[in-house]
DNA sequence: CATGAATGAGGTTTCATTCAT
DNA sequence: AATGAATGAAACCTCATTCAT
């Protein structure tokens, strides 16, 4: 009665695994549904069963990579830590995200990267009509640690002139640099002792000690 | 040398200039030679007189984008500066390339980046027939940068443990990493402020002071 | 015979069903096997149990609607008739299936013979190997009209000028012509009205009475 | 200075003429660009060049006839006609267009027909976005013979008890429904021996007379 | 029998590039 | 030098049909 038992779900995965594959060694732009398809060993048509336009493996790529680091990122995160340590676990998640993640990773955070900001609405109206914004993605971050930083300030530990919204985005920022160079320069950068000198730095940048201010 | 040659450079530019406006409202890939050429006022054919092929305007782009960028930044840098001076010199030269670049440069730096993200060449093998490539340029940066963090420590002015290498990526990239957000969150964040905050913490964190190390 | 056979035909018939209702809606080409299925309320693969090809739907649509037809125009001619009572008759017939036959009949007309334009075959060397033939139905309903007119001629009914070769196609195209008016027209055509006026002229015109010919 | 000179109208019909020839034999459907192109001994990517879509084509097709035929029409009415010889000259016209269209007229009608039929809007909702509309063009049609109708029951010429608006669309649709079986069976029936025949009856048939009414 | 997952031929459309004028 | 008409490779996407379950 019942025909071909697939799991819709998987076969989903299996050929955007296929596609980020393609996509971190081409980009986009120049990798064709047709390889996409014999990259996954199955015929151009299925493609096409399983995502309606080619944008939409872009999409789920979003999706997908946004939720998983939410994920691992909220995991290292625990309520009882005081602001430093949230800080240092956050920034942490984010290393064990690359750490974690299958294969790749930084080749497709690239993509996910260049392809954000080509796709990312110019002016704030388009932003309904996307299915993906760094944007809102950038907001979210900026926040969080934004909160951090309020909490150590209230705490005590960390200075009081500290711009909490303007020093946010700077250590975001710095993480997604970071990362960038990493990629590109692989050879000549270690990813785990650039961040954590970053962390030193910016630790003892912000951290409330005598002499200050 | 000759008036002929200037004219073939203003035509260059001026297509070029129509390129960028499009390249930073569309992308790259979306944009066609024929807009260009309307955008620019002049024949599809005319376009072709100047640019051998489409990648080459992308490719004056970079080129471009890098030796102004080169020139402004060494502009601010005088042999004579102490270490810390240098250090706020290369990092206002960045903020002062952004306000003196003619119009819309945010934009077109993020397509600058994206296009140099999904150009760039994964394997080094590759760098040679490469026209544009992030690889160099950042190898470029890290090392004046970390020249510069090398001179302070020499002259006492930064603490002798730091990791030159590893935090002068850092410093790039947290500078990248916050221009990205500021062109992206323009009307949440302000660039120059960002800087300036950056640049307090980071200073307060590499700079030897008592009580440290 | 078995009655799996009914089940069968009972099958095509729903499927049958569901395909005129699309058809007349977004015509034949703009409908896919996977929408008819779905109308059905069947599997896709389901219709390929009733008919092996697409193109056999419409095959089946142009038998049903001729045979339904035939037998409804015939019901109503009696041997015994005159001629006058005849033509009458087979027109009313016509009128008649259009008011009995299920739903939306005037829709499913217009596909009919947009699609029998389409496929008769244009030469009649391809005559055989086309399922379905406007030519051929036309050249039945022209030999009953024409033999009508003939047999009113030799009962002195009709002029004897008349051509009736010539007149009969007139008339069935006539009926056509005023149909496919008043499927477009629906709302300013009432097509009771054109064929009794239209029979009123036409039998005005061929009776035979004093001072013609 | 300007490149090649090309007369973009001439070639938009020398297109168009080519894609007549291979709709007259094989529908609009089953006729593709590539086909189109080849016929008319050009790239396919020419055929973009005039007309943005395949779509398009067909509409230059609507627009096409009903212009031509719609002056081959006016031409034949005078103004001083009395009403029988403006409905005479208003068939005739018809007919007339038919022997003077360009090669395959008929097989062509068959095309604007069917195409005509299966896109016109079901609902007059539509008919706006619609480009073609055969509706509208029954609409003016009827609109013509019924004027002359009523001019020549005015005058006397024809009876008082017919109704115009009833018998315009028969008369209309009569010419239709014989084009169409002319062009099915061009072997076995005259097209102006029927419309002449027809015209013979319906003049008779709708005549003031004696013993009439 | 019923099903829908899989398929690829085939169609439309875009666009970088060439080249005659 | 400037132009835009012409081109066809190449991409996306549709959908009739097959077939394993």
């Known amino acids: 009665m019942t025909p071909k038992q697939v799991d819709k779900e998987a076969r989903r995965r299996q050929i955007f695994q296929a596609a ?31 995502f309606d336009r080619k944008e939409d493996i872009l999409a789920y ?19 009882s830590m005081n602001a430093e340590k949230k800080l240092v676990a956050y920034i942490t998640g984010i290393m064990s995200f690359f750490d974690r993640y299958p294969a790749d990773i930084t080749e497709i955070l690239l993509v996910f990267w260049a392809e954000g900001i080509l796709n990312s609405p110019r002016n704030p109206a388009d932003a309904s009509t996307q299915s993906f914004d760094l944007r809102s993605m950038y907001e979210e971050y900026n926040q969080i640690v934004a909160q951090i930083l309020d909490e150590g300030k209230q705490d005590g530990l960390f200075r009081q002139s500290l711009d ?5 985005p700077a250590i975001i920022g710095a993480l997604d640099g970071l990362m960038l160079q990493w990629v590109l320069l692989k050879d000549q950068i270690d990813f785990h002792d650039g961040v954590n000198n970053l962390l030193t ?7 409330e000690h005598e002499g200050n201010d």
């Open 20 to 50: 980020m594959e393609l996509y971190s060694q081409k980009g986009v732009a120049r990798t064709t549904i047709q390889e996409i398809a014999e990259q996954a060993g199955i015929g151009k048509g299925t493609v096409y069963e399983y």
């Open 61 to 79: 790529m979003f999706d997908s990579i946004q939720e998983e680091s939410e994920a691992i990122i909220a995991e290292q995160l625990t309520p």
């Open 164 to 168: 909490s919204e303007a020093i946010a």
């Open 201 to 207: 730095v910016v630790l003892d940048g912000i951290r």
